[in-house]
């Protein structure tokens, strides 16, 4: 799923989503909206699946994509030159961060979003969230409705935002 989002204003725009095309053409279509959303900037979740989303957008050559930072979410995130988005230890922090900017600086409009938003908890280790729901599968086609893309897609839309915000003087 992709969500299109203001940076400017943090107002949810649309989104589009197929859970029936392959990461990579997938990709494609990621490229084309940003495109036609004056060279918007892609943040994908780079594990899994995602890593042919990568190897795609390099293939087509698109500029405007989101390089992964070091001490996501802490005062002074670093860029590195890995492209997309990697949950690894950040995960609960920038859902927390999402969930805290709901109704405030992030306008999300989709009620397919917050209702999926209500099946997410936080891990019996406390140190993460998960999606109470979630069926574990590498396959993206086998996870349908309760795999948690919608959410996903605007938490990370929401990255942008919020680093946009860090940047302005």
């Known amino acids: 799923t992709m969500a299109l989002v203001s940076k400017r204003t943090g107002e949810k725009l649309g989104q589009f989503g197929h859970d029936r095309l392959r990461p990579g053409v997938f990709a494609k279509h990621m490229v084309a909206v940003a495109k036609w959303f004056h060279d918007a900037q892609l943040i994908w979740e780079a594990g899994g699946p995602g890593g042919e989303v990568t190897s795609q957008l390099r293939l087509i050559g698109y ?24 949950p690894l230890g950040n995960k609960r922090r920038v859902f927390e961060s999402f969930r805290d900017a709901l109704g405030n600086e992030y306008l999300e409009r989709s009620a397919k979003v917050l209702l999926e938003c209500e ?14 729901k979630a069926r574990k599968s590498d396959d993206p086609k086998a996870s349908g409705q309760n795999h948690g893309d ?10 942008l935002v919020k680093d946009s915000r860090m940047y302005v003087g």
């Open 150 to 159: 919608h959410v996903t897609a605007a938490v990370l839309a929401w990255i």
């Open 119 to 132: 099946s997410y908890r936080y891990a019996e280790d406390g140190d993460n969230i998960e999606q109470a």
């Open 63 to 86: 500029r405007h994509l989101y390089y992964r930072k070091t001490n996501e979410g802490g005062l002074v995130p670093e860029t590195t030159d890995q492209l997309g988005w990697f």
